[in-house]
């Protein structure tokens, strides 16, 4: 198992808000061949990693190796193929490089950290912490302030487009309003205005790295 996970039951329910919430295309069953590799050398038996399942995860952190993938049904019955025959491989140059983005980086960093912080975090909060870094940062709060950045721009601006494509389809096409306000949203909505991924990726543009947001939402 990669990462410092706490708890089956933390990690499950982080990754059932982040798959309800955002990613409503299903993910196939993801995995590194050198991972494998290592598992079926030191154990004898390869395993799935909760990490490599995570939204936006393409590479292997460890390995900085583009993940493979199954689409079989039900393929977490299974282990993990020690072979990569009937394997799929995520296209390893635009994976790698935007796995190195630093805004990448944060986003993975901070998934695979929130499931770890010993207390939940509100919404009440996230849209604190937020309203304010984003006052600071000159980021508009409202849709009147036309003469501000918005946050989707700065999303658009910062993450590479192939990367983001996978977790908002069509994203580099034009962004219709109403998503481009949910995500903008999480700003000043007192509700959930959007998905967990588009928290995500705002709160890793409004800080410099994930420790720095994660700081920012337990201080
Ligand atoms: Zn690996």
Same mark, same amino acid.
């Given at each position: 198992?990669?990462?410092?996970?706490?708890?089956?039951?933390?990690?499950?329910?982080?990754?059932?808000?982040?798959?309800?919430?955002?990613?409503?295309?299903?993910?196939?069953?993801?995995?590194?061949?050198?991972?494998?590799?290592?598992?079926?050398?030191?154990?004898?038996?390869?395993?799935?990693?909760?990490?490599?399942?995570?939204?936006?995860?393409?590479?292997?952190?460890?390995?900085?190796?583009?993940?493979?993938?199954?689409?079989?049904?039900?393929?977490?019955?299974?282990?993990?193929?020690?072979?990569?025959?009937?394997?799929?491989?995520?296209?390893?140059?635009?994976?790698?490089?935007?796995?190195?983005?630093?805004?990448?980086?944060? @986003?993975?960093?901070? /998934?695979?950290? +929130? &499931?770890?912080?010993?207390?939940?975090?509100?919404?009440?909060?996230? =849209?604190?912490? %937020?309203?304010?870094?984003?006052?600071?940062?000159?980021?508009?709060?409202?849709?009147?302030?036309?003469?501000?950045?918005?946050?989707?721009?700065?999303?658009?601006?910062?993450?590479?487009?192939?990367?983001?494509?996978?977790? @908002?389809?069509?994203? /580099?096409?034009? +962004? &219709?309003?109403?998503?481009?306000?949910?995500?903008?949203?999480?700003? =000043?909505?007192? %509700?959930?205005?959007?998905?967990?991924?588009?928290?995500?990726?705002?709160?890793?543009?409004?800080?410099?790295?994930?420790?720095?947001?994660?700081?920012?939402?337990?201080?």
């Amino acid at each position: 198992m990669s990462g410092a996970i706490q708890s089956d039951r933390d990690i499950d329910y982080a990754l059932n808000r982040i798959t309800y919430f955002s990613n409503q295309h299903a993910r196939p069953a993801y995995f590194c061949a050198a991972c494998a590799s290592e598992d079926f050398q030191q154990l004898g038996v390869t395993y799935w990693r909760r990490s490599h399942q995570l939204p936006g995860m393409y590479s292997c952190l460890t390995h900085q190796e583009g993940l493979h993938y199954v689409l079989t049904k039900n393929a977490f019955l299974q282990a993990p193929p020690a072979t990569l025959e009937d394997c799929y491989a995520v296209e390893t140059n635009w994976t790698i490089e935007g796995s190195t983005n630093e805004y990448v980086q944060s @986003f993975l960093h901070l /998934s695979l950290s +929130l &499931p770890n912080a010993k207390y939940p975090v509100s919404l009440a909060k996230v =849209r604190a912490v %937020t309203s304010q870094r984003a006052e600071d940062l000159d980021i508009a709060l409202f849709p009147e302030q036309a003469d501000r950045h918005s946050l989707t721009d700065g999303i658009l601006d910062r993450y590479p487009i192939e990367w983001l494509e996978l977790l @908002f389809p069509n994203i /580099s096409d034009k +962004l &219709p309003r109403g998503v481009r306000e949910r995500i903008n949203g999480m700003l =000043r909505c007192s %509700t959930s205005s959007s998905s967990i991924v588009a928290y995500l990726l705002g709160l890793c543009i409004l800080y410099d790295n994930a420790d720095d947001v994660i700081q920012a939402l337990h201080q």
